[in-house]
């Protein structure tokens, strides 16, 4: 395999990570961006989003000199090979996908992209993106691929390097398989398809991932009921390879930067034509029902009321290992806690103190035992490993009401129950502390 001369627009999370993988599997990378102080931290190796391998990653590539950084695109892809998109496609009026930042790039690059120079949007677009943007550029000796990502945050760099498979769509053959020839060192499985196929399988996945949680999440509130386990429920489940045993585990919702915006932009690109979907209608209206459920079980926890209550928080960030608070539902959780009058103090060993999407209200403390000090409860929210391995005595002491609300079911009841503290969890029969 030839080493390719890639250009990829964007060096947010997906970009970054696009860039510093494609440049470590031996192609000439250059990534571009319009924040010039962004650009000079990553030329000197300094990475600022949160990901595992990834800093090693730029750091190697620059050394190596098959990575470098850029301040805009148009002189970037004069030489390119095939051109990434990889630039924010925000929730947009009605929760359509805005696709303003992408067709800003082709404009600024349409008419310096070399003869057969292969665009390629990496980035999370509407069905029928692809075509649309083949008309806008008005090349015709430029293709258009669709090569959509599927990277979880937190693993990022193990999921671009050790993909379940490559997804590839456009109606022109030869530049379908150029890009599919990027990723041949990898050897994972690969779907060449039409450019429409490949956009719908990026929302298929997602949505179908989100419809499973919401799913676990109504048979746990149902298991509460009947008083089932749900984590013997989900045990029993997870063994048929069909089902499977990822996703399988409740919460207090789905969220992050992908499943909020990508159900949402189905549903409005199904609507465009006239396609009724109660399925995942049903999937974000049972998503939104779970955020306030988690709310209902602290306000019982305080006594029916949360008003002028002290809750501790542990965890804020949408899943742990991250420090992306973008749709968390434990942020949604902390807010609607506010709103109901109690006084929030949250630890996240994600954040720094600086994000400017906390809730007006809520304290952010660097020390969990912190948080617990004085709460009538703690209230863990984000399922990072840290939290299992706290001195949970030094817990029941710091706080006021010996009760723990676990909305992932991810601490050890008998732990708590030994240091003398009730552990209220999710689709699971609450337990006592020891007498």
Not at 3 to 31: D, E, F, K, N, Q
């Amino acid at each position: 395999m030839f080493a390719r001369r890639i250009v990829v627009v964007g060096t947010g999370y997906v970009g970054l990570t696009t860039g510093a993988c494609l440049a470590s599997l031996g192609h000439r990378v250059v990534c571009s961006d319009v924040n010039e102080q962004k650009v000079a931290e990553l030329s000197r190796g300094e990475v600022r989003i949160h990901e595992p391998g990834l800093a090693e990653l730029v750091q190697e590539g620059i050394a190596a000199g098959r990575l470098e950084f850029v301040v805009g695109s148009a002189g970037a892809v004069a030489e390119a090979e095939v051109v990434f998109l990889c630039v924010p496609t925000p929730m947009g009026s009605g929760g359509a996908a805005d696709l303003a930042v992408v067709e800003a790039v082709a404009r600024e690059v349409r008419d310096v992209l070399p003869t057969g120079c292969v665009m390629v949007t990496k980035s999370t677009v509407p069905v029928g993106t692809s075509k649309r943007l083949a008309e806008h550029l008005g090349r015709e000796d430029v293709a258009v691929v669709s090569n959509p990502e599927f990277l979880r945050e937190g693993s990022a760099v193990h999921d671009f390097l050790n993909p379940d498979r490559i997804v590839v769509g456009s109606d022109t053959q030869d530049a379908a398989e150029r890009v599919a020839a990027l990723y041949a060192r990898l050897g994972a499985p690969t779907v060449l398809t039409d450019a429409a196929s490949a956009e719908m399988v990026k929302y298929a996945a997602n949505c179908f991932l989100a419809t499973k949680l919401s799913y676990v999440n109504a048979i746990a509130e149902l298991c509460e009921q009947l008083g089932a386990d749900i984590t013997d429920v989900t045990e029993g489940m997870g063994y048929d390879r069909r089902i499977g045993q990822s996703f399988l585990q409740p919460g207090p919702g789905w969220g992050g930067s992908c499943l909020p915006k990508d159900t949402a932009a189905l549903l409005q690109v199904a609507e465009a034509v006239e396609f009724d979907f109660p399925l995942l209608q049903a999937t974000i209206s049972s998503n939104s029902h779970q955020r306030q459920r988690m709310v209902g079980k602290v306000r019982e926890a305080c006594g029916g009321s949360l008003d002028g209550e002290r809750i501790g928080l542990l965890g804020l960030t949408f899943k742990a290992g991250t420090d992306d608070l973008r749709d968390s539902p434990a942020l949604e959780v902390a807010q609607l806690l506010g709103e109901q009058g109690a006084e929030l103090i949250a630890y996240d060993p994600g954040l720094r103190g600086d994000e400017p999407e906390l809730p007006a209200g809520l304290t952010l403390v660097d020390d969990p035992y912190q948080a617990a000090k004085g709460a009538s409860a703690l209230v863990l929210l984000t399922e990072w490993q840290e939290f299992r391995a706290l001195d949970w005595n030094l817990i029941a002491e710091a706080l006021n009401g010996l009760v723990v609300v676990d909305t992932r079911n991810h601490l050890d009841p008998d732990v708590l129950r030994r240091a003398g503290l009730s552990w209220r969890g999710v689709g699971r029969t609450p337990v006592a502390a020891l007498p």
